[in-house]
C-alpha cells in the first residue's frame, strides 16, 4: 500500500436483514486529505461511518488504517456527532482538555494544545462557562476544539453543523479550515449540504441510493478561502447536484 493512503476501504458490504445498504464499496484516502461524502438522504452515509468506528459489525469486506485492519486501541480516531456531545458539569477548558487527560498528557502540553485550539476557535474568553452558558453554535465550537486538540490521525465527522444556520455555518466551517491546515488531520465529513461539500473538500465523493455504491469521485482544487460565486464553485456544485438529482 502507497505510504500517502491513510484510510482503505475494500469491498465493504453492509446489510440491515434483508435491506442492503452499503453494496461493495472500495475506496481509499490520502492522509491530510480533506473528503466529503454527500448522496441522497437515507442512502447509507451514517451507516458507513458507524462501520468504520465499528458501533457495526461489517459483513465483508475491509477496512484498514495505515494499512492495518482498524483498531480503535490503537488508532486515534476522533467522532463528531450530529448532536453536541459536551460535558454539561464541565468548563469549555475542561470539556476540552477530556481527550487529553485520558492520554495523559503533561500539563504544560495540555495547556498549550487547549489554549492554541481555543483561541483559533474563539473561546479564549469562555474557558470557565459551562455548556448551558453557550449557544448552540458555541457548543460546537467546544466539541471541534476537544476533537482537534488530541490531534488525531482520522476525523469523522456526521453533519455537524446541520442544525446551525448560515451565517454560523460558515464561520465555523472557516475556523474547521484553519484547524485542519494545522494539524494535517484526515477528514471524513459526511453532509447532505452540497455547497458545504465544495466549501470544505479537497475530494468529493457522491453515494447512489441504496442499495448505494460509489458513483462518482470529483477532485477539487479550488483555492482557499473559496468563493461561494465563483463560476467554478458554482460549476462543481452544479455537478454533484446533478449527479444526485438522476439515477
Not at 490520502?30 to 441522497?40: Q, R
Not at 442512502?43 to 468506528?53: M, P
Not at 465483508?60 to 492495518?68: F, L, P, R, V
Amino acid at each position: 500500500m502507497s505510504e500517502d493512503i491513510k484510510v482503505s476501504v475494500k469491498n465493504l458490504t453492509k446489510s440491515f436483514g434483508d435491506l442492503l445498504v452499503l453494496n461493495n464499496i472500495s475506496f481509499d484516502v490520502k492522509k491530510g486529505e480533506f473528503l466529503c461524502i454527500v448522496g441522497p438522504t437515507g442512502c447509507g452515509k451514517t451507516t458507513f461511518l458507524n462501520s468504520l468506528t465499528k458501533l457495526y459489525d461489517i459483513d465483508s469486506g475491509s477496512i484498514t488504517i495505515n494499512g492495518e485492519p482498524i483498531d480503535l486501541k490503537k488508532h486515534d480516531i476522533a467522532y463528531i456527532f450530529q448532536e453536541y456531545s459536551t460535558m454539561s458539569w464541565l468548563t469549555v477548558e475542561e470539556n476540552i482538555q477530556y481527550g487529553l487527560k485520558i492520554k495523559k498528557y503533561s500539563k504544560e502540553e495540555m495547556k498549550k494544545r487547549v489554549d492554541n485550539v481555543m483561541e483559533i476557535v474563539g473561546l479564549t474568553k469562555y474557558r470557565n462557562f459551562y455548556p448551558r452558558q453557550l449557544s448552540a453554535s458555541m457548543l460546537q465550537r467546544v466539541v471541534i476544539a476537544r476533537a482537534f486538540a488530541v490531534e488525531p490521525e482520522l476525523l469523522l465527522m456526521d453533519e455537524p453543523y446541520g442544525q446551525l444556520d448560515l451565517q454560523l455555518k460558515y464561520h465555523l466551517e472557516d475556523e474547521l479550515i484553519n484547524l485542519w491546515k494545522k494539524t494535517n488531520t484526515t477528514v471524513i465529513f459526511i453532509t447532505h449540504n452540497i455547497e458545504e461539500a465544495v466549501y470544505l473538500s479537497n475530494r468529493i465523493l457522491v453515494l447512489t441510493n441504496k442499495p448505494t455504491k460509489i458513483k462518482e469521485s470529483i477532485d477539487n482544487d479550488l483555492p482557499r478561502p473559496r468563493n461561494i460565486a465563483d463560476p467554478e464553485f458554482i460549476k462543481i456544485r452544479n455537478r454533484v447536484t446533478d449527479l444526485i438529482k438522476w439515477w
